[in-house]
């Protein structure tokens, strides 16, 4: 049966009919779009770009590549179409500076910064749409003025606190939802919507990683999704700027020291590198307490995957707390503003 919302639930000191009925209205936002303002954006009409018929295309195979992966996990589709993504300006997102998406299960609907490629605009959409097909649920809360308020509780992975003050397994949500994400946009290569940019994007990375080791070549290719090349900004510093520079180091000619650089590669990245390596390793972690009960660390993943789709983190918690001691899951959890921390801190188990 297919579902007309992300909700699956409400929690908090309400009625059931008043959660029944809240259930019912995020339907109701979820069909209507009739949206003003927005978390990432501010003014939603002088933000929002009009969509590309090759956007709206994308919009629709992201759709059910997400629906396929609910599937998997035993879910019934969730049919998101183009008018709850909501594209906006560069020059008008407010959003974090490392930020190019959000998912606001309020509001029934994602945002995104304006792309820099078709590409781009594919990975930005599946892993924002992907957050926005996981497991939610909403809680019902007094504010200082005893008025009744709804945030969120459950998004995938991420849990807020009770007493709404604290998310913990964010890391853990964006790294499962990147990894994932990855691994369909890698996937991709030969589809007509990215198959032109996917190809210059090799070109370009095989030009850009002469200068490296093979080593260090192979992971920087396994990171980019999208990238070409520029001329090097510092080929546009004028010869007056160069001879200035020159002259402050003690240098006579500044075209010696100063050449054409060539060009440079400009790339897109896949996001949250340091709460994959986290998840990674806590992945491997598991595997060598386990391994008579796992056969490889795909099958590790795949209880975190189930758990950020079907709303279950149960067998999450178990399966870390039995391998590591009573604990240890929520302290992972309360590391989530210190990545590097976390990471230290699973490495140490």
């Known amino acids: 049966m297919e579902k007309f919302s992300s909700i699956d639930r409400i929690v908090g000191k309400a009625p059931?009919?008043?959660?029944?009925?809240?259930?019912?209205?995020?339907?109701?936002?979820?069909?209507?779009?009739?949206?003003?303002?927005?978390?990432?954006v501010g003014n939603l009409k002088d933000s929002e770009k009009e969509k590309t018929t090759e956007e709206i295309q994308i919009l629709d195979f992201v759709n059910q590549a997400t629906?396929?992966?609910?599937?998997?996990?035993?879910?019934?589709?969730?049919?998101?179409?183009?008018?709850?993504?909501?594209?906006?300006?560069?020059?008008?997102?407010?959003?974090g500076s490392g930020e190019s998406g959000g998912n606001i299960p309020g509001q029934q609907c994602f945002v995104m910064k304006e792309c820099s490629s078709k590409t781009d605009f594919m990975h930005t959409s599946f892993h924002e749409m992907l957050?926005?097909?996981?497991?939610?649920?909403?809680?019902?809360?007094?504010?200082?003025?005893?008025?009744?308020?709804?945030?969120?509780?459950?998004?995938?992975?991420?849990?807020?606190?009770?007493?709404?003050?604290?998310l913990l397994f964010s890391n853990l949500n964006e790294a499962v939802t990147e990894k994932i994400t990855k691994r369909f946009l890698k996937a991709q290569e030969k589809n007509p919507l990215i198959?032109?940019?996917?190809?210059?994007?090799?070109?370009?990375?095989?030009?850009?990683?002469?200068?490296?080791?093979?080593?260090?070549g192979a992971a920087i290719s396994d990171e980019v999704y999208y990238g070409k090349l520029e001329d090097c900004?510092?080929?546009?510093?004028?010869?007056?700027?160069?001879?200035?520079m020159a002259k402050a180091v003690?240098?006579?000619?500044?075209e010696e020291y100063f050449p054409d650089f060539g060009k440079e590669f400009k790339g897109e990245f896949f996001s949250y590198?340091?709460?994959?390596?986290?998840?990674?390793?806590?992945?491997?972690?598991?595997?060598?307490?386990?391994?008579?009960?796992f056969k490889d660390s795909e099958e590790v993943f795949e209880i975190f995957a189930?758990?950020?789709?079907?709303?279950?983190?149960?067998?999450?918690?178990?399966?870390?707390?039995?391998?590591?001691?009573?604990?240890?899951?929520?302290?992972?959890?309360?590391?989530?503003?210190?990545?590097?921390?976390?990471?230290?801190?699973?490495?140490?188990l």
């Open 306 to 348: 189930k758990g950020m789709m079907t709303g279950n983190i149960l067998p999450i918690g178990k399966l870390i707390e039995r391998s590591f001691g009573s604990g240890t899951f929520r302290k992972i959890g309360e590391l989530d503003e210190d990545a590097e921390a976390q990471y230290d801190f699973v490495n140490s």
């Open 16 to 40: 059931e009919d008043a959660k029944k009925r809240i259930l019912n209205k995020m339907e109701d936002v979820f069909k209507k779009q009739d949206l003003e303002n927005l978390p990432y």
């Open 67 to 95: 629906n396929g992966i609910r599937r998997k996990y035993g879910l019934s589709d969730l049919n998101v179409l183009a008018k709850n993504a909501h594209v906006i300006l560069k020059e008008k997102w407010i959003g």
């Open 273 to 293: 590198k340091k709460e994959r390596q986290m998840l990674d390793k806590l992945i491997e972690k598991i595997l060598e307490k386990n391994l008579n009960k």
């Open 195 to 216: 198959e032109k940019e996917a190809e210059a994007t090799k070109e370009a990375l095989k030009e850009h990683v002469k200068s490296y080791d093979n080593l260090t």
């Open 131 to 166: 957050h926005f097909k996981s497991y939610t649920s909403l809680q019902v809360m007094e504010d200082d003025k005893n008025n009744l308020e709804l945030t969120n509780y459950r998004v995938g992975l991420t849990t807020t606190t009770r007493d709404g003050e604290r």
């Open 233 to 244: 900004k510092f080929n546009k510093v004028n010869k007056k700027k160069k001879e200035e």
């Open 250 to 254: 003690g240098l006579d000619e500044a």
